[in-house]
């Protein structure tokens, strides 16, 4: 089962942030979280994952709080090109282990 | 584009024939691993194959085996096709560093009639 929970939808305007939550409550010590999104019929995309600090790459930001039992994903300035399912996993960041468990994910519309 | 190539893209099958589906990691990586996502689903673990050996598996039946080879390619069987296998079958590839990324190709849409 997936150890992430996530809302099932959410809306947002075209040009403002996209603010999307996750909860991983049980995250242990060495589980990175990660973010992938899917557009329809094509294949999960990364987006940008993390262990404690929060990160910001081209595409987004990652925040996670000091307790790390969630985290929320910004995309700063939503398109309509950015409306898809994502995905919030919870990773154990060893290389060896590729297996990710995906949950229902969140489907954002972003809306003109 | 995130490097991982995948084919055939679409393919349509007969119950009871077998498929074999084919992926090429991302340069630099040498894991790769398989997916299965039935429409409206998530994406559901199958294996994982590094150093040429099944490391990892899924909740998935005999039916579904696999094969890297020395350039860390990688194939897909499945055999005794059902139709519950149509599905999209997604490779993903990774190195084996701490917190690594794991980019996944465009898949392969498999419908069996």
């Known amino acids: 089962d997936a150890k992430t929970t996530q809302p099932t939808s959410m809306d947002c305007a075209e040009g403002r942030a996209a603010n999307l939550p996750c909860n991983h409550s049980t995250i242990s010590g060495n589980e990175y979280v990660y973010w992938y999104r899917q557009i329809h019929s094509q294949g999960p995309q990364y987006i940008i994952h993390g262990l404690k600090n929060n990160e910001t790459n081209e595409m987004a930001s990652l925040i996670i709080t000091e307790d790390r039992k969630s985290s929320t994903l910004i995309l700063p300035h939503a398109t309509l090109r950015d409306t898809a399912v994502y995905y919030c996993i919870v990773r154990d960041g060893s290389g060896n282990t590729g297996k990710l468990i995906f949950g229902q994910g969140t489907t954002l519309q972003v809306k003109p | 584009d995130a490097g991982v190539t995948q084919s055939p893209t679409h393919l349509i099958k007969t119950r009871g024939q077998q498929v074999t589906l084919r992926c090429s990691p991302k340069s630099g990586h040498d894991t790769v691993s398989w997916y299965q996502q039935a429409l409206g689903q998530g994406p559901q673990f199958i294996f994982q194959y590094y150093e040429e050996e099944e490391r990892q598996r899924g909740n998935f039946p005999d039916r579904f085996s696999g094969h890297q080879f020395p350039n860390y390619s990688s194939e897909l069987n499945v055999n005794a096709l059902l139709l519950g296998d149509s599905a999209l079958y997604l490779c993903?590839?990774?190195?084996?560093?701490?917190?690594?990324?794991?980019?996944f190709g465009e898949g392969s849409w498999l419908t069996v009639v």
């Open positions: 993903a590839s990774g190195d084996r560093g701490l917190g690594n990324t794991i980019y």
